[in-house]
């Protein structure tokens, strides 16, 4: 089994909004990732988690608040977003990173969650 | 996906060869990757290529790899509509992928 699955599909927030992401995987990976993908580009990353701490934030800004509550899941919090924040978000999962640099490291996708901030 | 480039258009008819390609700039990357998104969805990876291979096939998917050129591809043998996807390349560093800048393949009958 090599899914991750994403919810809500579609996600349609004004700006003073809450609303949060949420990514699950069983695969038994121990690092996930959250990916913003604006339309006709490739995915730039925003953050990773490896052994449910936070390894890397591409410089995001904080208005994106990261959770990793357990290894199975991820989830992205959201709050006073901009219309230029409308995107996909994608999540994906891997095993993480070790000095070998072995296969097993390949990330595995999502659906992806559509946002649209008015 | 600055530093990983691939031609942006892509026509074929169906049932001809379709050849991607890809330029990569990290010479360390262990592993490269190809991975098709259809239209409003996620990423489904591909097929992959460790470094030290210079060609790879599964089933109608053959990967070859020019590390001297740090050149990719992708060969899709008897291409079908179902085919019609963005195709991106992507090279791994560390613990993040670099993705390609995404080549649009449109099959028509």
């Known amino acids: 089994d090599t899914e991750v699955t994403q919810t809500p599909k579609h996600l349609v927030m004004g700006m003073t909004n809450k609303k949060s992401l949420k990514c699950e995987q069983h695969?038994?990976?121990?690092?996930m990732y959250w990916y913003k993908q604006k339309a006709k580009k490739p995915p730039e990353l925003m953050f990773v988690y490896s052994y449910e701490k936070l390894s890397i934030n591409e410089s995001v800004p904080s208005r994106f608040s990261p959770e990793c509550p357990n290894s199975s899941l991820l989830n992205l919090h959201l709050h006073a977003l901009q219309p230029e924040d409308s995107a996909l978000y994608l999540c994906?999962?891997?095993?993480?990173?070790?000095?070998?640099?072995?296969?097993?490291?390949?990330?595995?996708f999502g659906p992806g969650t559509r946002l649209l901030v008015l | 996906g600055e530093d990983v480039e691939q031609s942006l258009f892509l026509s074929v008819r169906e049932g001809d060869s379709s050849v991607i390609n890809c330029t990569y700039t990290?010479?360390?990357?262990?592993?490269l990757y190809w991975y098709k998104q259809e239209p409003g969805a996620g990423l489904q990876l591909l097929t992959y290529?460790?470094?030290?291979?210079d060609m790879k096939q599964d089933q109608r998917l053959t990967v070859l790899l020019n590390k001297k050129d740090k050149h990719l591809s992708l060969r899709i043998a008897d291409t079908q509509t179902g085919d019609s996807a963005i195709y991106f390349c992507?090279?791994?560093?560390?613990?993040?992928?670099?993705f390609g800048t995404g080549t649009r393949l449109q099959v028509f009958p």
């Open positions: 992507a090279e791994r560093d560390t613990d993040k992928l670099i």
């Open positions: 994906a999962s891997s095993h993480p990173p070790n000095l070998a640099g072995g296969f097993q490291e390949t990330q595995y």
């Open positions: 695969m038994g990976h121990r690092a």
């Open positions: 290529i460790f470094s030290n291979m």
């Open positions: 990290d010479s360390s990357s262990t592993y």
